[in-house]
């Protein structure tokens, strides 16, 4: 029950994460013109607004990859190089077959 519990607390933050991806209603304020009317107003990008939706996304997907780390986590990838040549059964150096 803990193990599920936790899998769906990884999917509530990967579905919040893209709503908080797709929300733009406060990316952008509004100040008001020169004019009375107010009709010159001039839009500027919310830099905290953005900034503070960036962090939301970042937590999340962090404690996602924790809880579930083979579906959230990051891909780690393993090279391995082998600089030596390959040794068959066949390939003794006395000329000897080896079994």
Known sequence: M???A???QAEVLADEI???ADDSSEDFI???GEDQDGKGAKKY???EYVKRS???VDARKWV???LLPKKYGDLTRHEVT???PLVTLNDDPDGKETA
């Open 2 to 4: 803990y193990a599920r």
């Open 6 to 8: 936790r899998e769906a």
């Open 18 to 20: 893209v709503e908080i």
């Open 30 to 32: 509004f100040a008001e």
């Open 45 to 47: 990008v919310n830099k």
């Open 54 to 56: 960036a962090l939301r």
């Open 64 to 66: 996602a990859a924790k």
């Open 82 to 84: 082998v600089n030596k």
